[in-house]
């Protein structure tokens, strides 16, 4: 049994929360940059610090960008793996530290997840997929064969993503989307079938 430390304290780390307890582990502090009145699952949240943490940490925030600042920000942390027991997960998959798998998400053969990735509720990600850092694959998204995303890159609840699709870095697909062509790195795109809308600052 671990005890995994927090930082987070909103809802995703509520859930998040509960998926440790659920793999046999336990949540020690729970920090936040905005801790007041903040509770996740009857452990009160604390003010963040500007020191080291050098315990075992597992970033519970949902946006890509905030993940990757945190850290960036705490790089002598060791990071957790939190992974749903109702994850069907094949045994030839990587999956990388500072990830979360959560409940009926479906990862199969040969994929390889990246450190600090999401895998939300329902997603599939299918044979050889390739996702990289920082990545989230949102409730009930899909993910068909041999697609690669890229860094930091988000996959909307609902979408689709056909096989041997590239998602570049810090692209967005928008929920309910159907992807059937590349899509560049910082790209938004939206539809049946994905068009590009506008491109990321």
């Known amino acids: 049994m671990a005890t995994i430390n927090l930082f987070g304290g909103s809802g995703h780390a509520k859930v998040i929360s509960d998926l440790i307890y659920m793999q046999g582990d336990t949540v020690g502090i729970v920090y936040d940059d905005n801790p007041e009145g903040k509770e996740i ?3 009160k949240v604390k003010g963040a610090t500007d020191g080291r943490i050098n315990e075992l940490l597992m970033v519970a925030i949902g946006s ?14 060791i990071y957790a793996k939190v992974i749903a ?11 990388d530290d500072g990830t979360v798998v959560m409940h009926g998400a479906i990862i199969q053969a040969e994929s390889k997840i990246g450190k600090h990735c999401i895998i939300n ?9 390739i996702v990289g850092d920082f990545a989230h694959i949102a409730p009930h998204s899909t993910l068909c064969g041999n697609v690669h995303v890229g ?3 988000f996959i909307g609840a609902g979408a689709t993503v056909i096989p041997g699709i590239k998602i570049g870095k810090w692209a967005t697909v928008a929920a309910g989307a159907t992807v059937v062509s590349d899509v560049p790195d910082r ?10 809308i506008r491109y990321k600052d």
């Open 85 to 95: 027991p109702s994850a069907q997960i094949s045994r030839s998959v990587q999956i």
């Open 64 to 77: 890509n960008e905030s993940r990757y600042l945190i850290v960036r920000r705490y790089p002598d942390a």
């Open 121 to 129: 509720t329902g997603a599939s990600v299918d044979h050889e997929c």
């Open 187 to 196: 790209a938004v795109v939206a539809g049946v079938p994905a068009k590009i």
């Open 151 to 153: 860094e930091g890159a």
């Open 41 to 43: 699952n009857g452990t």
